[in-house]
């Protein structure tokens, strides 16, 4: 790839042979594109490597694996894993990591956008830090020492959370969506019910549970704790 000229512009414009030969002007936008899509390809490739790893090693200590993309788009805390993964063993500071999400196609905002910490508390991956800023990923065979599988995986047996279900009239306790039926903020969508905290501090059990639609679970996350009827009660500082 070689500088071949400045337009008047003052953008500069490239000359690669691309595809087998085929010469192809590239603007510095499409350039800076393909370097993306590159670099999206070699994590999507690494985070498949990493994702056998889990599969083999740790999802019997219940490791739990970050998604790297969903229908929206990549994912901070897969990517922010696979990139620790790439460069397995070595103290990598935060803003280097954030650097490399952004530079993967990313949008990264707020103070801490990638939660590198929940990777190991709440997820069990072995990251160790150095300081404040820098983090390093240990092994892919060993879980973090100490790390008990999150009990807030729980969940209410089948009988338990049909008797919930029925005692709630088949609806969210937020916003009345019923289950099967039109998803009242989301129109094109069908209401699933979800077994949502009342206390997110706590696992879920019969006492800590509500039922809420998709929409609204994924609205308060851990923000709000709620009582019975789903009137938020307190606010969980953590949770923000
Ligand atoms: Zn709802």
């Known amino acids: 790839m070689k500088n071949t000229k400045n ?27 393909l370097k993306k899509k590159t670099l999206y390809m070699a ?17 019997v200590l219940g490791v739990k ?16 894993l ?8 070595e103290f990598m500071h935060i803003d280097a990591i954030k ?29 160790v830090k150095e300081g404040k800023y820098k983090h390093k990923l240990v092994s892919v065979t060993e879980c973090l020492p100490g790390f008990i599988a999150e009990k807030r995986a729980s969940k209410l047996n089948d ?22 039926g039109m998803l009242r903020w ?4 069908t209401t699933v019910l979800q077994q949502g905290h009342m ?16 929409f609204c679970n994924q609205q308060y996350k851990s923000k709000a704790v709620f009582n019975r009827r789903g009137f938020v009660i307190d606010f969980c500082k953590s949770g923000f």
């Open 99 to 127: 650097k490399k999400v952004e530079e993967a196609g990313l949008t990264l905002t707020g103070t801490d956008p990638l939660q590198v910490r929940h990777l190991s508390t709440q997820k069990g991956w072995w990251i």
């Open 186 to 189: 989301d129109q094109t969508k």
């Open 65 to 80: 694996l970050p998604k790297f993309e969903n229908s929206k788009g990549g994912c901070k805390q897969g990517y922010a």
């Open 7 to 33: 337009t008047e512009k003052g953008t500069t414009e490239y000359k690669i042979d691309f595809f087998l030969g085929i010469n192809k002007k590239l603007t510095r936008k499409t350039q800076e594109n």
């Open 199 to 214: 206390d997110p501090r706590k696992d879920i059990t019969y006492d800590n549970c509500i039922p809420q639609c998709q």
């Open 159 to 180: 009988e338990n959370w049909a008797k919930m279900k029925k005692e709630y009239g088949y609806s969210c306790v937020n916003c009345g969506s019923k289950e099967g």
């Open 43 to 59: 994590l999507k490739q690494k985070y498949l490597a990493l994702a056998l790893a889990h599969k083999n090693h740790l999802a």
């Open 82 to 89: 696979t990139i620790l993964f790439a460069n397995f063993g």
